[in-house]
């Protein structure tokens, strides 16, 4: 019985140290931001995105990077009657207002690293917080909108 008892605590402080290894990992990352979007569709293949970042078409359920830029975006099946084609795009999101407290740290940002590992990242003065604007959204315009004016 003492035996399952140990191999239990060990188990247990190995399992709580990796978690605290996750969690020091995941600090060290920049926030990233996700947003659907309508996806850009060519008509000559209606049933795929059009990924401009790569010239190409992509099939739904498949990813794909957004270089020169950082982020990645996959082309997503609506749910809609009848579905649509969205397109899920994940970024860094908006840089920080202007703070003379806070630099861009050279060190850790990567801008020709694979997404978010390319996310900028900053090193502040101790009491310094970044600022982020605020990022205005967009009530959907709805499909069935008129599009000349009634009469």
Do not use: H
């Not at 003492?2 to 605590?9: N, P, R, S």
């Not at 009491?127 to 069935?144: M, R, S, Y």
């Amino acid at each position: 019985m003492k035996v399952i008892f140990v191999v239990a605590l060990v188990f247990a402080v190995a399992y709580s140290a990796d978690e605290k290894k996750e969690a020091e990992k995941s600090e060290d990352r920049p926030k990233t931001f996700k947003r659907l979007i309508p996806a850009d569709v060519l008509r000559d293949f209606p049933g795929m995105c059009f990924a401009s970042t790569r010239c190409a078409t992509v099939e739904p359920g498949k990813t794909w990077e957004l270089t020169p830029f950082c982020g990645r975006s996959t082309c997503v099946l609506s749910e809609d009657k009848p579905p649509r084609l969205l397109e899920l795009v994940e970024d860094c999101g908006p840089l920080p207002l202007a703070n003379p407290k806070c630099k861009l740290d050279e060190e850790k940002t990567n801008k020709t690293a694979a997404f978010p590992i390319c996310c900028p990242q900053f090193k502040c003065e101790e009491g310094a917080k970044l600022e982020f604007p605020e990022i205005p959204t967009v009530a959907p315009v709805p499909e069935e909108a008129p599009t000349t004016p009634k009469a």
